[in-house]
């Protein structure tokens, strides 16, 4: 199937996609305790969304489509070889970024946007227990 917008109009669509702010982050944002966990933290390797220097423990909110989710990630039906290489490079810094961290002795909890959208409260229960076991 071809794209239903131009090249043009199809750049601009994709350049407003936010990388900060978005409903997840939103939603975990007001639930956790910012004593805890700073929003989007500088100098943490990975930038993760949410961390605790205090506690070693990075959170990463992954955009289904970004990231790839095996539960609800559909392919692109144009430019193919462009998306999958771009979720092939995002994956590959993904998993990267978590045994860099985990080597040096951080705890990291990835999230699918689906699940925070769908059960915020369960997924701020799950950073807040793994805070707890640090302790």
Known sequence: MVDVFSKKKRSE???KIRSKNTKPEILIQGLIDGR???YQPSGIFGNPDFASKKYNVAVFINGCFWHGCPKCYN???SNK?????KLR?????DL????????????TINLWEHEVINNPHGCADKILKTVNHQR
């Open 36 to 38: 805890i966990f700073r």
């Open 96 to 107: 990267k970024t978590k045994n860099i961290l985990r080597k040096t002795g951080w705890k």
């Open 89 to 93: 490079r995002n994956k590959a810094r």
């Open 13 to 15: 669509v994709m350049s």
């Open 81 to 85: 070889v462009y998306w999958n290489d």
């Open 75 to 77: 392919k692109p039906k």
